[in-house]
């Protein structure tokens, strides 16, 4: 399974608890989810329905592919679904997530993706980290340049060349991007995670590309007025 989170330093990441394996005959299921999380009601009911749709889905596309392999002669291979979240930060008002979900289907290689989500600690509420900014726009404004300037720099990094000319990745926009909501005090939103997941922003081989970067007061004013509060200028 793909790693990722040793690169952004958005706070002190607190591991989510080790997952258990469940073993069945066309697949292999993990879910697992911080005490953190499942401490809060509400939440930790969400949890438990988002673990039972993640295992129904990995289960019946697994029996599905089975008969498939069966019926045109050729081989099984056993799935894998493998779901881990875990805390980026907490802070008095809200709890950040992040999960890295990784799928085997039978085919040359598996995949990793990238959520995240908030928790509204005081409404009991699960949102996307988008709905706490007043539009896409106002996001891609406020971190876009920076975002475009750096990718293509890291990438000519990781392929060893001098430049990156690419018009089958071009560079995506915020919108495309998992964000992650960090802090480094644990008392307000001070840092963002930018995540470019796989075949996002580059080949398969070339992984995931993540930046972090400090809440600055254009970012901060991108931020809806009743969440300001839980955000503060970075450094």
């Given at each position: 399974m793909h790693r990722v989170w040793s690169g952004l330093a958005i706070g002190a990441v607190l591991l989510a608890a080790p997952a258990r394996t469940e073993k069945a005959a066309d697949y292999t299921f993990a879910y697992v989810a911080p005490s953190a999380a499942t401490r809060l009601p509400s939440l930790r009911q969400w949890l438990e329905q988002d673990r039972a749709r993640f295992r129904r889905t990995a289960a019946t596309e697994a029996a599905a592919d089975r008969v498939e392999a069966a019926?045109?002669?050729h081989p099984f291979h056993q799935h894998e679904a493998t779901r881990a979240w875990k805390v980026?930060?907490?802070?008095p008002l809200l709890l950040s997530l992040s999960a890295e979900t990784y799928r085997y289907t039978g085919g040359a290689h598996g995949g990793t993706?990238?959520?995240s989500l908030v928790w509204d600690k005081v409404r009991s509420r699960r949102l996307d980290p988008r709905a706490l900014f007043v539009s896409a726009d106002a996001l891609q404004r406020a971190l876009g340049a920076r975002w475009c300037a750096w990718l293509p720099r890291e990438r000519a990094r990781r392929l060893q060349v001098d430049e990156v000319?690419?018009?089958v990745f071009p560079c995506p926009k915020i919108a495309e991007l998992t964000l992650l909501l960090g802090s480094t005090d644990r008392r307000a939103i001070d840092r963002v995670g930018l995540i470019a997941g796989q075949y996002v922003a580059g080949a398969y081989a070339e992984g995931m590309y993540e930046m972090t970067v400090p809440v600055t007061p254009e970012l901060l004013a991108a931020v809806r007025p009743e969440w300001r509060r839980a955000f503060r200028v970075g450094q």
């Open positions: 019926k045109d002669g980026v930060t907490e802070t993706a990238i959520d000319d690419d018009p």
